[in-house]
């Protein structure tokens, strides 16, 4: 087993449908996950991943900085703030429970490295639900968030382009596969844009430093739908992820 240990946390969904035929009515549900490309990529670029989908977040999401601290990296893939902030025992028993998103900003200002990485719930997301904006999450990512529903939506597909050399884009294509969507903010005083989308100028991929820990943002998912197809059979897909987590974990750069 490896040393090198990331935790992957949210990239799943239920789905509850109604279907109406005539007087009759019956439902059905579906529960999916999002992380299988991006986890492969990590597990292949040598790290162990442990991964906690949304509906299981809220009870085993790390409490202390015992449980946080056995990983180099954390990554939160399209999972709200309320899920993190109201474990169980808060929300159904009044019990006080850790804050968790300031239990993130501790782990990184103690040396590890944390990746937000876009969707739906990320950032501030559709109709600002995901809810990070002026919280210590914010504080440590090296971007400046929207206090309003963050999606920008390019159903005509938009191909991010690397704008500065890193280690992190190192032997990558400038120009990347197509993307359906993303979430909009601005760098910070101490974010790096390496990425931007070119039809808007906006920030696609921005890394940073925060106390001793690293810290970086991806606009957009790594998985459908907003990561397309071309996007997650990219034959750089898993050098893309690998050497994103290999900085931020410090093991390269």
């Known amino acids: ?24 009515t019956f439902y059905t549900s ?18 162990d991943v442990d991964f906690i989908p949304n509906h299981r977040a809220s009870s085993e999401f790390p409490t202390s900085e015992e449980e946080i601290n056995k990983y180099q990296v954390l990554i939160l893939s399209d999972i709200g703030a309320n899920t993190l902030l109201l474990h169980p025992d808060t929300f ?33 997301g559709i109709d600002g639900k995901a809810r990070y904006k002026d919280t210590p999450v914010e504080e440590v990512l090296p971007i400046k ?5 963050d999606r920008m939506e390019v159903p005509e597909g938009m191909y991010p382009e690397i704008i500065k050399e890193h280690v992190i884009t190192a032997g ?24 931007e989308s070119r039809e808007n100028n906006d920030p696609f991929l ?28 990219w034959n750089q897909y898993g050098k893309l992820w690998g050497q994103l987590i290999d900085w931020l974990s410090g093991e390269i750069g």
Not at 4 to 23: A, C, N, Q, R
Request: charged content about 25%; glycine content about 10%.
């Open 30 to 47: 579906k529960y999916e996950e999002g992380a299988e490309w991006l986890i492969e990529a990590l597990e292949n670029a040598g790290y």
């Open 92 to 124: 159904e028993k009044s019990i006080p429970t850790a804050n968790r998103l300031k239990l993130i900003k501790k782990f990184v200002e103690d040396g590890g490295g944390f990746l937000m990485i876009g969707g739906y719930l990320s950032f501030q």
């Open 172 to 195: 990558l294509d400038k120009k990347w596969p197509m993307f359906l969507g993303y979430n909009q903010f601005t760098a910070d005083e101490n974010g790096v844009v390496l990425a």
């Open 206 to 233: 921005v890394a940073g430093e925060f106390k001793k820990g690293r810290t970086a943002a991806f606009a957009s998912d790594c998985a459908p739908h907003w990561g397309s197809s071309d996007f997650i059979e």
């Open 145 to 149: 968030m929207k206090s309003v529903d």
């Open 1 to 24: 087993m490896s040393d090198k240990k990331v935790l992957l946390v949210g990239e799943s969904w239920e789905t509850f449908s109604t279907h109406i035929k005539g007087f009759d």
